[in-house]
């Protein structure tokens, strides 16, 4: 319960997250149903990043700052919802810009301080339920929506603070796909170095989710386990599309990220296919 993620909103690593969030929603809105989101890891929902302890890090400089002037045109729609919310859109606050009136989000936290700004930001939104609960067990609990949708969009951002975070992981979307089977699920992962990352792939194989890829950006060579030097975004059912937007998406994302250290660059990763 120690990670707060206003220490790092903005940097590297949100920005990959969310740009190819706001695809994945985008291209899940092509058909007219409602869809139900559901972001497990929801933080405060916003962040001011003049201010500490965004301003303490000072990992935004190296992230979102480096993208709103002039955005290339694969992060231009993600850019332009960056600028239209103000203070600093945590995903929960960039996914609700984008809801249509027959879509819904539910939003869990559990971290004692990070609740009570994230119910007050979504307080009187019909669209929007805030839950101060373990998100793990909200996998399992809010799936399917009780409102009835049948198409749902899914972020798991854990903390990874535990040392089985992977596993917790791994074992979390297994439960979602279970609860849900045609859900879209998004995981975010730090990339540090290469064998964590790796053995979750093989879990989520070895568990049996099927069309399962991952978007992978890196700053640098993954060598170094004491420096977040890349990250990823593992998507099981992505829609139609992504497997040509993500590298478009990616690529932008280096070009302006990129610290032009060896080993910077991008990958897909096909890790079961359908």
Known sequence: MNY?????????????????LVWLLGAMQRKPGGIFVLDSHAGTGRYDLSATPAAR??????????????????LAAYVALVRQRGLYPGSPWLLRA??????????????????????????????????????????????????GEKRALVLVDPPYEAEDEFARLAAGLATAQRRMNGAVLAAWYPIKHRAPPRAFHTAIRDGGLRDVVAAELFLRAPLDPTRLNGSGLLVV????????AAPLILAALLDRLGAGEPGAGWDMVRIADE
Not at 98 to 121: G, I, K, N, S, V
Not at 239 to 244: I, L, N, S, T
């Open 57 to 74: 890090t000072g990992e935004a400089a190296a992230g979102i700052l480096r993208l709103l002037d002039d955005p290339p045109p694969p």
């Open 98 to 147: 984008l809801l249509r009136p027959q879509d819904r989000m539910a939003c869990c936290e559990l971290h004692p301080e990070d609740f009570p700004p994230l119910r007050r930001l979504f307080a009187r939104d019909a669209q929007v339920a805030t839950h101060h609960r373990d998100a793990w067990e909200a996998l399992g609990a809010l799936l399917p929506p009780a409102t």
């Open 237 to 244: 059912n992505p829609p139609y599309g992504f497997a040509e």
């Open 4 to 20: 707060r993620h206003a220490f790092h909103a903005g940097n590297h690593g949100d920005c990959l997250k969310h740009a190819l």
